[in-house]
C-alpha cells in the first residue's frame, strides 16, 4: 500500500516563494508517475504539474516557468518548486502517485498567498 504525505504549505505574500515535498512510502515510487494537483475553494481539483517514472515533465499553462516539479527516486519524495506566488494560487495542493491502473493521494497541504 503507498501512503503519501504532503508537507510545506505556508502562508506567504504574494511575490514570494515555497517548495512543498511530497513523502511517499511503498516499493513503486520509482516506477509511477508523480502530480500535483491543487484545489481552491469552490473550484474542482485542477492538475498543476507532474513528472513521468522517466523524468519528463508536464505543467498547466498558468504555472509554467513558476513552477518546477521534480523527484528524488532514493528518498521516495516529489518536489515543487513555487516562484512568483500569486493569490490565484491560493489552494490546497495534493500530491497523486500514478502506478499503472492504481492511484494514491496525499491528504493535501494548505498554501495561501495574501499580503
Known amino acids: 500500500q503507498v501512503q503519501l504525505v504532503e508537507t510545506g504549505g505556508d502562508l506567504v505574500q504574494p511575490g514570494g516563494s515555497l517548495r512543498l515535498s511530497c513523502a511517499a512510502s511503498g516499493s513503486t515510487f520509482s516506477a509511477s508517475s508523480l502530480n500535483w494537483y491543487r484545489q481552491a475553494p469552490g473550484k474542482e481539483r485542477e492538475l498543476v504539474a507532474g513528472?513521468?517514472?522517466?523524468?519528463?515533465?508536464n505543467y498547466a499553462d498558468p504555472v509554467k516557468g513558476r513552477f518546477t516539479i521534480s523527484r528524488d527516486n532514493a528518498k521516495k519524495t516529489v518536489y515543487l518548486e513555487m516562484n512568483s506566488l500569486s493569490p490565484e494560487d491560493t489552494a490546497v495542493y495534493y500530491c497523486?502517485?500514478?502506478?499503472?491502473?492504481?492511484?494514491?493521494w496525499g491528504q493535501g497541504t494548505q498554501v495561501t498567498v495574501s499580503s
Open positions: 497523486n502517485l500514478k502506478f499503472y491502473s492504481s492511484y494514491y
Open positions: 513528472i513521468s517514472s522517466r523524468g519528463i515533465t
